[in-house]
């Protein structure tokens, strides 16, 4: 139980600490930044600490734009979403669950009981 508390503050001290990264950037970044974090976090699974991860990741990549002179949109491209679901691709997400649950559900009944390595 004393671990799990640790990891929980360690984890918003963390948070804290990659916001505080985000104040630093021009507008429009903060802008983008804000709109992918809301929709990236509604995805987040358990703890949140893949979210975490990612959120890091993205803030070194919109930090690296930033400092390279470029527009927010020359980092994420104009397809706002499909830069979200592959920057994600990787991350565990809560309906990750649910898909290989209908992956397997289905072949078990009418796939010959074959299912894919990753479940989907």
């Known amino acids: 139980m004393l671990e799990l508390i640790k990891k929980l503050i360690g984890d918003k001290k963390e948070y804290k600490e990659q916001m ?9 970044y903060r802008f983008v930044f804000e709109k992918i974090h809301g929709y990236m976090w509604s995805f987040a699974q358990g703890d949140g600490s893949d979210m975490l ?7 070194e990549l919109l ?4 400092a390279q002179g470029k527009r927010v949109l020359d980092v994420t491209g ?20 649910y898909q290989q649950k209908l992956n397997r559900d289905i072949m078990k009944k009418i796939g010959e009981g074959k299912i894919s390595n990753d479940g989907l």
């Open 63 to 66: 930090e690296a734009g930033e």
């Open 20 to 28: 505080k990264r985000v104040e630093a950037l021009p507008e429009d």
């Open 78 to 97: 104009d397809d706002i979403v499909g830069f979200c679901d592959e920057f994600l691709r990787d991350t565990k997400k809560w309906t990750d669950h």
């Open 53 to 59: 991860k990612a959120q890091k990741e993205l803030i």
